[in-house]
């Protein structure tokens, strides 16, 4: 157990859907980071929170959206679901940015749209 | 943007064998991060690697960063089994302050007894 939880493990929903996947980051980290993992693209850095602030944004499409709560948790919402956003969906958390300890990867969800 | 181009994408070896793992970044390494995957997992971290010419070690598994500051390598002494899965390397992106890490598309390692 790493430390930092993601729920559900599995998802199957049909395409149009929307679904939030829920992350706990590791205790006493602030920073929490969403990736997505396909295999033709690898794995993609969406979005970072800190501290419950937004503070960098990558590849994460319009129809995506993140947030995270005063408690530190955060959930990723997806919206107008397609084919191609079926993929391993990873949070990953650090005390801080350029942590020397690494950043904490929960074991992901696994998002299957049919 | 920063990329970062690992070496080889895959790579299947002898048990007992040593291997190396390449990562080659577009830009200058602010920060290398090593992970290992096993397939459909999470990623677990192996070491990270800051200052020129550094070099870190962890079992069986030595990681190395240039001079330059814009290569790393991954050396995995006498392999086993246990060292099967994906390795990926990542970076903290451009240096930018607010710390994500971009990553390669890693290397699949097989280790064959």
């Known amino acids: 157990d790493s430390g930092v939880t993601q729920t559900p493990k599995h998802l199957i929903t049909a395409t149009g859907q929307r679904v939030t996947l829920r992350c706990s980051p590791r205790?006493?980290?602030?920073?929490v980071y969403w990736y997505q993992q396909s295999l033709d693209q690898g794995l993609q850095f969406l979005i970072q929170?800190?501290?419950?602030?937004?503070?960098a944004k990558g590849n994460i499409l319009e129809r995506f959206s993140a947030q995270q709560f005063p408690d530190l948790h955060s959930e990723l919402n997806l919206s107008s679901l397609e084919l191609g956003d079926s993929a391993l969906y990873f949070c990953?958390?650090?005390?801080?940015?350029?942590?020397?300890?690494?950043?904490?990867f929960g074991s992901g969800t696994r998002l299957t749209v049919v | 943007s920063q990329e970062l181009e690992q070496s080889p994408q895959s790579l299947i070896v002898q048990e007992g064998k040593n291997l190396t793992i390449n990562c080659t970044s577009s830009?200058?390494?602010?920060?290398l991060y090593w992970y290992k995957q096993k397939y459909g997992e999470g990623l677990i971290f192996l070491m990270m690697?800051?200052?020129?010419?550094e070099e870190k070690s962890h079992e069986k598994i030595t990681a190395k960063l240039d001079e330059k500051k814009q290569q790393s390598s991954l050396h995995i002494t006498a392999s086993q089994p246990s060292h099967a899965g994906i390795y990926l390397c990542g970076a903290v992106d451009g240096g930018g302050s607010q710390g994500n890490l971009i990553f390669g598309k890693g290397t699949k390692l097989s280790v064959k007894p």
């Open positions: 929170y800190y501290n419950g602030e937004e503070r």
């Open positions: 690697l800051q200052k020129g010419g």
């Open positions: 990953a958390s650090s005390v801080a940015p350029y942590s020397q300890n690494g950043y904490t």
């Open positions: 205790s006493g980290d602030l920073s």
């Open positions: 830009k200058t390494l602010y920060g």
